[in-house]
């Protein structure tokens, strides 16, 4: 781990080295300090001159060193910690002769791969000219980078450090530093969020914090302390930044903070980005721009998920009833119990295991949660089979027959929900989501469906079911695989033997999906020939209804057949009535009931159609009473033989 300055004028020496010091020494790693110096690109005129050469109010590198040595060795004089020095690992001085600051520096980031970046801001003053919008280094660089602007305040022994949250993206890698300044710099440092409101503002701001310290994986210490200001109460914001010799912001920079703060005379600002540049046009193989995993939040991820996909009595007890109820569910046909049951079954949990063990390369991990997923489909498929053997009779439901019909889009339903869930899982504000995956995802049901149709003989749609149940198996594993490495899970260090299961595991559950593809593609296409049952027309508002039942009640040789509303978008009627009549009707009545119709519903201009059928029902003729039960009629002929 190293700290890289850059500096290019004398006037920015003393803030950024300072801080570059403080940073080095907390974090016992070495220091270096790139003096730049202006020379024209090869090939244009005056490069045969680079040592004389200079940019306006700019210092040469002579001139920049001998300040830097100096200001270094000031900073180090006046720590609190006298052996601290002694930590830095290494501190040297470069020149950095080139025509362009940003190439010439970001050659060297990417040559030494430093932790972190610090140089001088440009404009505190002016918020067009804030590092996150103007500077191309500030923006590029691929290590955390602190941009230092000048205060008033002379150095002091014991740094006084105030890091202002904003909600931004940089936060935690922001506190993180911080706390280490304070840990092992003898730093006091505030960490502060500004709210706006009364009381309820402070006790919302105390658990942004207390949030904000657990993504930064940082722990109580006697030189941190966390406050909450109020952006009303500017007289205790501009005391406390008057208060402190730093002020950290994340970028991009608020206005409202920094307009107070224009207005204070003393602390150094500083803005801080953490390691992904603020583009997206990074090289393929560099992830550092996806979203991580704090390590309190990796923590937990791997404490529940190996405590929820453990084969015990609590895994056992739910999934079976889980595996109960939705076969209840599934034979009274109660879309909502069924749903109960998804919620209720913890068979999920130890295939998004498997897919962090896979991230992992952790095949122990993956073994065990493999058999818990194994032991709860056999659980589920008993039960199921064991309620179907004891409800004979009944017929099989829609919400069975439902499950027996996969199609690709389940697969895709699948690896999207596998996704969402290990996401959810990962990010402790996004638990409440994972029961909507659940819901999403349906594990239980499809197995429960196997099971029942198995016991009615209805062997093809215990095939669907089974083959959907696959489907989600494979599809979720690969989805939360695949998030968890999004996310920066990666082994450290791998064995031979663990890269080799992945890649075996990986292989497998791959081929399975292409192999799976090939009957949900099928199936897709059939359904899709044979369309969405759907009704031909919807119901009327009941004021038309009675209004009509009304008008057509008074012919008793008149009967209303149907009423509604076209569900078709190329009919072209608004409404149409079907009416029924033993003899022809005129064409009148036909307009009265439009205009029934029109005036119920508000619309002179629907198109009202009004069909009539004529002899529409069976006359029954009352039984012969001269006729016995089992006697041939009289005009029968009698069969010969």
């Known amino acids: 781990m190293s700290v890289v300055a850059v500096v290019t004028k004398l006037a920015e020496v003393e803030r950024v080295v300072r801080f570059s010091l403080q940073l080095a020494l907390a974090y016992d790693s070495s220091l270096t300090v790139l003096c730049w110096d202006y020379s024209p690109a090869i090939g244009s005129p005056g490069a045969e001159n680079v040592a004389s050469v200079q940019t306006t109010g700019s210092a040469t590198t002579d001139e920049l060193e001998a300040r830097v040595r100096q200001v270094a060795g000031i900073a180090a004089d006046n720590t609190v910690d ?8 290494n501190f040297d001085v470069k ?8 190439t010439a520096t970001l050659e060297n980031i990417r040559q030494h791969e430093p932790e972190f970046l610090v140089m001088a801001g440009e404009d505190l003053a002016d918020p067009r000219k804030w590092m996150h919008r103007t500077n191309p280094l500030f923006r590029q660089s691929p290590c955390t980078t602190v941009a230092v602007y000048p205060g008033a305040h002379e150095p002091r022994a014991e740094s006084r450090l105030l890091v202002l949250a904003n909600d931004s ?19 006091r440092t505030t960490i502060a969020r500004i709210e706006e409101g009364g009381e309820e503002a402070i006790e919302v701001g105390r658990r942004e914090l207390r949030q904000l310290m657990r993504a930064a994986n940082a722990k109580r210490h006697d030189h941190v302390r966390r406050r909450v200001l109020l952006l009303d109460d500017r007289e205790s914001l501009t005391r406390e930044f008057q208060d402190n010799d730093f002020v950290l912001v994340a970028a991009p920079a608020p206005e409202g903070p920094f307009q107070v703060l224009q207005g204070v005379v003393g602390p150094s600002v500083a803005i801080v980005k953490r390691a992904p540049p603020l583009r997206w046009g990074r090289r393929p193989h560099d992830v550092r721009w996806r979203p991580r995993l704090s390590p309190a939040d ?4 791997v404490h529940t998920l190996r405590h929820g996909s453990k084969l015990n009595a609590d895994f056992l007890v739910m999934l079976g009833l889980a595996a109960a109820i939705a076969s209840w569910g599934l034979l009274q046909d109660s879309a909502a119990v069924v749903i109960g049951s998804m919620l209720l079954a913890p068979l999920m949990t130890p295939m998004i295991a498997i897919g962090l063990a896979l991230a992992q390369g952790n095949p122990t991990f993956g073994r065990k949660s493999m058999a818990s997923v194994l032991v709860g489909f056999v659980v589920a498929l008993c039960i199921s089979l064991l309620i179907g053997l004891l409800t004979p009779g009944l017929e099989i439901t829609l919400q069975v027959l439902a499950r027996g019909a996969p199609n690709l889009i389940d697969l895709c339903i699948a690896l999207g929900s596998g996704a969402a869930a290990a996401y959810a899982l990962a990010r402790p504000s996004l638990v409440g989501a994972v029961a909507g995956v659940a819901i999403a995802t349906a594990l239980v049901p499809p197995l429960c469906s196997m099971g029942i149709s198995i016991t009615y003989h209805d062997f093809a749609n215990a095939q669907g079911a089974g083959l959907m149940f696959i489907t989600n198996l494979v599809a979720i594993i690969l989805g939360a695989a695949a998030t968890f490495r999004t996310l920066g899970v990666v082994p450290l260090k791998t064995t031979h033997g663990q890269r080799r299961w992945v890649i075996r595991v990986v292989g497998v559950l791959a081929v399975s999906v292409i192999i799976l593809a090939f009957p949900l593609q099928s199936a897709l296409r059939h359904s899709l020939e044979l369309g969405k049952p759907q009704p031909r027309t919807f119901p009327l508002a009941k004021g038309v209804e009675d209004a009509l039942a009304a008008y057509i009640a008074r012919n008793p040789q008149i009967e ?20 029924a009549s033993p003899e022809p009707m005129p064409a009148k009545y036909g ?8 005036q119920y519903m508000g619309d002179e201009s ?36």
């Not at 020149?95 to 940003?102: A, E």
């Not at 209303?560 to 009416?579: C, K, M, Y």
């Not at 009004?610 to 016995?628: G, I, K, N, R, Y």
């Open 591 to 598: 307009d009265s009931v439009a205009a029934i119709v029109r």
């Open 606 to 641: 629907l198109i009202v159609k009004v069909h009539c059928l004529l002899e529409a029902w069976e006359v029954e003729t009352p039984p012969d009473p001269a006729s016995a039960p089992g006697e041939t009629p009289p005009d029968a002929s009698p069969a010969s033989d």
């Open 169 to 187: 993206s940089h936060d935690a890698a922001m506190t993180a530093m911080a706390v280490r300044l304070a840990t092992h710099g003898e730093t």
């Open 95 to 102: 020149p950095l002769v080139h025509s362009d600051l940003t």
């Open 560 to 579: 209303l057949i149907a009423s509604g509303r076209p569900s078709s978008p190329d009919d072209p009627a608004d409404v149409i009535i079907v009416l």
């Open 82 to 89: 006298q052996g601290a020095a002694s930590r830095l690992q």
């Open 298 to 301: 990796y923590a937990d991820l």
